[in-house]
Structures are given as structure tokens and as C-alpha cells.
Nanobody
Framework: QVQLVESGGGLVQPGGSLRLSCVFSGSIFSLYAMNWYRQGPGKQRELVATINSGATISSGGSTNYADSVKGRFTISRDNAKNTVYLQMNSLKPEDTAVYYC????????WGQGTQVTVSS
């Protein structure tokens, strides 16, 4: 059974940075594409960033981003540590949301979410 555990959220001022982590367990991490979603107050959950499985290298893989975060956020993975990261720079108040780690196989798998609040 795949399990995902996020960490790294918190309160940060506009223009600041945070790095989210998601630890994967229960299967072979390198075989899974990984995603970060977020859900802001009163908003629908949206896809923020994706990274493919990249099974042949220790980290990396092709990536895609929502237009709203391109150039500010970077998704990466370390297959040796079963972990996917989301580096968030130049944070804006509109980035405030609960951020969720996600993957899929026979079904969707979600982490519990980590709160990111961008406020002065």
C-alpha cells in the first residue's frame, strides 16, 4: 500500500522560500510519476507540478508546471531517498494553500497535506 507523507510547510513572508518534501513508501518509488497539487481557501484543488518516474537515474526526470508557478517552483526527486521535493521561491500571497503530494497506480494516492501560508 503506497503511503505519502508531506512536510515542510509553514508561514513565510511574500518573496520568501520554502521546500516541501514528500516521502513515499509501500512500493518501488522510481516507477511512479509524482505530482504536487494545492488547494487554496475557497478554491478547487489544482495541479502545481509533475515529474515523471525517471527510473534510470537517481534523481530527475521530465517536469511540468502550472503557468502560475513557472520560473518560481521546482519539482525534483531523489529515488535513493524515496522522496519528491517542491522548492518554492518568490512566494506570493496567492500561493497560500494546502499542498498535497500525489501519485497514481491502481488508484490515486494522496498525502495528508501540508499548509503553506504566505503573509506579511
Amino acid at each position: 500500500q503506497v503511503q505519502l507523507v508531506e512536510s515542510g510547510g509553514g508561514l513565510v513572508q511574500p518573496g520568501g522560500s520554502l521546500r516541501l518534501s514528500c516521502v513515499f513508501s509501500g512500493s518501488i518509488f522510481s516507477l511512479y510519476a509524482m505530482n504536487w497539487y494545492r488547494q487554496g481557501p475557497g478554491k478547487q484543488r489544482e495541479l502545481v507540478a509533475t515529474i515523471n518516474s525517471g527510473a534510470t537515474i537517481s534523481s530527475g526526470g521530465s517536469t511540468n508546471y502550472a503557468d502560475s508557478v513557472k520560473g518560481r517552483f521546482t519539482i525534483s526527486r531523489d529515488n535513493a531517498k524515496n522522496t519528491v521535493y517542491l522548492q518554492m521561491n518568490s512566494l506570493k500571497p496567492e500561493d497560500t494553500a494546502v499542498y498535497y503530494c500525489h501519485t497514481y497506480g491502481p488508484r490515486d494516492y494522496w498525502g495528508q497535506g501540508t499548509q503553506v501560508t504566505v503573509s506579511s
